[in-house]
T-cell receptor, first 115, second 114 residues
């Protein structure tokens, strides 16, 4: 099976712009979770989508949003970019059918730099 | 409150030796899962091993084993016969029952010396 793919791998934007990141999960996985990773804050949970519905949301401002399509692919959007949004954005997919044993498999990440 | 604690920011180990990476967790939920991931410099998080709170035996996966001490709420990762390719960041994570939100520790940077 192909793994989780994320596009683009690298992005450079300027403050005030918006950006859209894409994530394609492992075939058969219907849950996609997004994480932000920074040196200062570590790995922080953004949100999770399952069957096109947002199921969980982390403590991030409304500038961060996402959606999931019927084929389980997910997009994450950040509007009005700030310097502090520079980070590695990771998405992870899972079946969400195994409860606590449900393993998340991660993509290679999108490294966003905001200038 | 911090749910996952990794107290070792950095660790060094000689090639071919074993190393233990510490992880303690905090939960009142009787049902939970503990995960370890490896993150090389490329950035991708690689799943290594899983331990469930009801599992009677410690999990093992090749050179990786998990030293699970439930009463002490610790889930240490043991890597045997370290290889140069094991140099990476290692993250401990937990999922509590009914919650798909994974909580990650701050990570431990492991460096394997030749």
């Amino acid at each position: 099976k192909a793994g989780v793919t994320q596009t683009p791998r690298y992005l450079i934007k300027t403050r005030g712009q918006q950006v859209t990141l894409s994530c394609s999960p492992i075939s058969g996985h219907r849950s996609v979770s997004w994480y932000q990773q920074t040196p200062g804050q570590g790995l922080q949970f953004l949100f999770e989508y399952f069957s096109e519905t947002q199921r969980n949301k982390g403590n991030f401002p409304g500038r961060f949003s996402g959606r999931q399509f019927s084929n389980s692919r997910s997009e994450m959007n950040v509007s009005t970019l700030e310097l502090g949004d520079s980070a590695l954005y990771l998405c992870a997919s899972s079946t969400r059918l195994a409860g606590v044993t449900d393993t998340q498999y991660f993509g290679p990440g999108t490294r966003l730099t905001v200038l | 409150a911090q749910k996952i604690t990794q107290t070792q920011p950095g660790m060094f180990v000689q090639e071919k030796e074993a190393v233990t990476l510490d992880c303690t967790y905090d939960t009142s939920d009787p049902s939970y899962g503990l995960f370890w991931y490896k993150q090389p410099s490329s950035g991708e998080m690689i799943f290594l091993i899983y331990q469930g709170s009801y599992d009677q035996q410690n999990a093992t996966e090749g050179r990786y084993s998990l030293n699970f001490q439930k009463a002490r709420k610790s889930a240490n990762l043991v890597i045997s016969a370290s290889q140069l390719g094991d140099s990476a960041m290692y993250f401990c994570a937990m999922r509590e029952g009914g919650d798909n939100d994974m909580r990650f520790g701050a990570g431990t940077r492991l460096t394997v010396k030749p």
